[in-house]
């Protein structure tokens, strides 16, 4: 019963408040209306005793410019002034018909009042026919020629009449009127906006009498209400409190163990990402996002990461992964040429079975391995090498011996016996320096350093090699700076790289040697027109035992190779099959010789 008898008391507060608030937005707008019509009318009334003004003060001006152009006599002048009088007329002829009809732009009003159509219209003052007149009598003034116009000219005459008294008293008495009817017109409005204000106030007692006053105590008693209803809400509090840190200590260990995970994922060294059964990616790690982008997503694993973009061998997705089990895979081949060991675990991503694949590069481990490997087969070659080139080196020793002999009893005696002993000798020496070589490589003896002159060193190598009447050579040493190096074994390199180029080319061919400075260094290149490396020999060049000629050792380069490196340098080939080779032996410079 309460409730149903609170229900009409309330639905009429409320509908007395609405008409209260609609009375006052009513009349806030009445208010609105009148001062705008105020502000509008202030402006029109002040246009219209300015413009009003103007007239009084543009006669004069007419009636100055008038005179002045009869008795000027200078014709320049006498224009400027004729000018000044026409801008003079057109702006007293416009400005009377704003006044009388009314202009937008000049803020003047379309109608005039009654009284100021009776002035401008009616007699006894007509100010129409006046200022029409006047008008008339300055442009006749004006269009007068030269000839005609002097001080007696009657249209002057008329209008210093006319500007002399009448048309001043009258144009006066329209400012009078014009003054007269803004005043009116601001009492009217203020009155009216008095009348609005004492409404308005009556409304504002009486909504505070029927309604506000009724409504303060329903407020009161519904704030008791509240006051009960807050205090059972506080009890709730408390007990949701205590949940809610029960809750934040749990999501801040939550949010601890992602951040863990998160940062872990970010920097572990590995490459991580998640696959569904068919290899479609679903998660990458930062490291992997890094590589690939996040457009990656949705890709299939092995035609992003393999380089043939085909499936590994013995790959786990194809018999599967059970959750929570390891596999292990090496793939050779991945992402430019690299080796991984990748981990496959099953697992759970989003309620759906998938695969946790974990990238471990092991390429430089695997290369790591194979040069080790490498290096000892070497050892073992290197130092069984050395015994058989010793032992060779003393029989070669008893055959040279023998020639020398054989060259002394047959001296002049058997052309074609001397003929065949100077090849004997010939490849005896051949043998003695592959087997030089061969030592070199197995003792990797240490440079004997001392001061060098690099362009002597060079042209005495150049010297010990038979060089083709075919084979053009030039050189472009200079005077390059001195080296701190060992005159045998780099010698013995620049012999090495020459005659590996002559053969290279034949009989016919280009061979340059240029010394130039880099920086620190010096950089000694040997460019010959040979037929070039192939593509798969340029890796292999360096390897010892390697060799792209058929009666080649493989021991040279990787001489030149230990050597230059024991001098502190490097030394590298570019080659295009069929464009020929240029070889590269950069030394460094003698401390005392560096800028």
Do not use: W
Not at 130 to 156: C, F, K, M, N
Not at 531 to 556: M, Q, W
Not at 565 to 572: L, M, T, Y
């Amino acid at each position: 019963m309460p409730l149903r008898r609170e229900k009409p008391i309330t639905s009429l507060l409320v509908f007395g408040y609405r008409l209260a608030l609609s009375l006052l937005a009513a009349l806030s707008l009445i208010s609105f209306l009148i001062l705008e019509e105020n502000i509008r009318s202030e402006k029109s009334s002040a246009a219209v005793v300015n413009y009003s003004g103007r007239q009084r003060m543009l006669s004069q001006r007419i009636a100055l410019l008038s005179m002045r152009l009869a008795a000027q006599k200078d014709i320049p002048v006498r224009d400027s002034l004729r000018e000044e009088l026409k801008s003079a007329i057109e702006l007293m002829e416009k400005t009377h018909q704003g006044l009388i009809k009314g202009e937008s732009s000049m803020n003047l009003p379309p109608r005039q009042s009654r009284e100021a159509g009776a002035l401008y219209f009616l007699g006894p003052v007509s100010l129409d026919e006046q200022v029409r007149s006047y008008i008339g009598q300055a442009r006749a003034l004006v269009s007068a020629s030269a000839g005609t116009l002097t001080l007696e000219d009657p249209h002057l005459g008329h209008i210093l009449d006319a500007s002399g008294e009448r048309l001043i008293r009258s144009l006066d008495s329209a400012v009078a009127q014009y003054q007269k009817e803004s005043e009116s017109r601001v009492l009217r409005l203020e009155a009216l906006q008095f009348l609005v204000l004492v409404i308005a106030l009556c409304i504002i007692c009486a909504t505070g009498i029927f309604i506000f006053h009724p409504l303060a105590g329903r407020i009161r008693l519904k704030a008791e209400q509240l006051e009960r209803q807050a205090a059972d809400l506080s009890v709730s509090n408390e007990r949701l409190q205590k949940e809610m840190g029960e809750r934040l200590e749990l999501d801040g260990k939550l949010i601890a163990a992602n951040e863990l995970n998160d940062t872990l994922l970010k920097t572990i060294p590995f490459g991580i990402d998640i696959v569904d059964e068919e290899g479609a990616i679903l998660y990458l790690n930062e490291k992997m996002r890094n590589l690939f982008g996040r457009e990656a997503l949705g890709e299939k694993c092995y035609h992003l990461y393999k380089d043939n973009k085909q499936q590994c061998e013995s790959c786990p997705l194809e018999n599967g992964v059970q959750l929570g089990q390891t596999r292990r895979t090496e793939v050779s081949g991945a992402m430019g040429g690299r080796i991984f060991l990748i981990s496959h675990t099953g697992m759970l991503y989003r309620n759906k079975k998938a695969i946790l694949e974990i990238f471990e590069d092991i390429t430089d481990y695997k290369n790591t391995q194979e040069k080790l490997a490498l290096s000892e087969r070497l050892a073992s070659i290197g130092r069984m090498a050395g015994v058989i080139a010793h032992e060779f080196r003393n029989q070669l020793a008893v055959m040279r011996n023998v020639v020398y002999f054989l060259k002394m009893k047959l001296k002049d005696k058997d052309e074609k016996v001397t003929r065949h002993l100077a090849i004997l000798d010939g490849q005896v020496s051949d043998t003695e320096r592959i087997i030089e070589n061969i030592l070199t490589f197995a003792r990797k003896k240490q440079p004997e350093l001392q001061e060098i002159d690099l362009k002597n060193l060079l042209l005495e190598s150049i010297d010990k090699v038979k060089i083709p009447e075919g084979i053009v050579l030039t050189t472009q040493i200079g005077q390059p700076p001195l080296l701190d190096g060992d005159p045998l074994q780099l010698g013995g390199v620049f012999v090495n790289i020459i005659l590996n180029a002559v053969q290279a080319m034949g009989e016919k061919g280009k061979l340059r040697v240029v010394a130039a400075k880099e920086g620190n260094y010096v950089d000694i290149t040997f460019h010959d027109t040979g037929k070039g490396l192939k593509e798969e020999d340029k890796t292999r060049l360096f390897e010892p035992f390697f060799s792209t000629k058929p009666r080649g050792t493989g021991l040279g380069l990787a001489t030149a190779k230990i050597i230059i490196e024991g001098h502190g340098g490097s030394i590298n080939i570019k080659s295009d099959y069929g464009e020929g080779a240029a070889v590269t032996v950069r030394l460094p410079m003698k401390t005392s010789a560096r800028k």
